[in-house]
């Protein structure tokens, strides 16, 4: 049935169709027809919806072009091993099945889907990842540093795109850990995934999911309340592959820092950006509920939490309610 409505839009361009011509067309009801338009929205085709004239194709699906990618890095290591998929499970998945083959995965490969079939989320949550609307991508680090200091490069990950935002002038603020908010709610998140030996990371695969063209209604009524995407925050539609390289560069930027002079600078630029410290909280761990007044990052990227005068509570982890 979309390929039909593709093919009838193919055969009109650029003219309005009804919804009654449409189901006429297509031997189906009004509402079939609107929940098809919805479906290929979903699936990235522009098509305008005017209450008197129906429904006009603007244009396919965007996709993400290495050629354009690789004319717009301006990174030194990260990104320039590129692949782009599709569609994947997930690109964390794919970077650690790649990262077992004999020939491994060099620091900086990137890889990215336009859509994810089992995007994956912190705490075991699924992620949303319509087709060609947002950044699913994972980027393969080989810092050389003890499993212990892998919250540090979650924060410096969600650093680095929260300060692309600001740049944008798109008021992003970073929830401990990892969460990117605008207004309140959630437009990006960080998974860093690692695998160690003897205690040293042999390879850390940071995903970076971010909302960029997501409307209203690529969101489920209830994570419509709490999600939202760059595009509706900034009111315009944003280049992905653009802000992809911006995010890489400063990602690099940042890297570097850290790689020289530690994760003191990294920390200081974490705590400005952040929508949690000064504020009391919650935190649900593995070992049960803590709360507290979130008052700073120890010098391993764990959020202290001040539980009563004088006692502080460090935190590496967790689920952070409030
Ligand atoms: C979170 O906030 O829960 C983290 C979300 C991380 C989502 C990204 S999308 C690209 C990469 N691949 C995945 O399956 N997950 C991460």
Redesign the pocket.
Known sequence: MLDQILQLFAKHPGQFLSGEEISNQLNCSRTAVWKHIRQLRKEGYLIEAQPRNGYRFIREPERILPSRIASMLRTKRLGHELKVYESLP???QKAFEIAAKEEGAQEGLLIVAET?TA????MG?S?L?PSGKGL???LVLKPSVTLQFTPQLTLLIAVAVCRVMNRMEIPASIKWP??LLIHGKKCA???LETSAEDERVKLAVA???INVNLDTDDFDEASVQRSTSLKIAAGRHIDRESLLCDILYELEQLYDLYLQKGFEPIKSLWEALSSTLQQTVTVETLSGKITGKAVGINPWGALIVETSPGECTPLYSGDLKS
């Open positions: 997930s690109t964390q994810q995007g994956k989320g912190r949550r992620w990842s699913w991508v994972s990892n969460d998140g960080i998974l995903g970076i999911g």
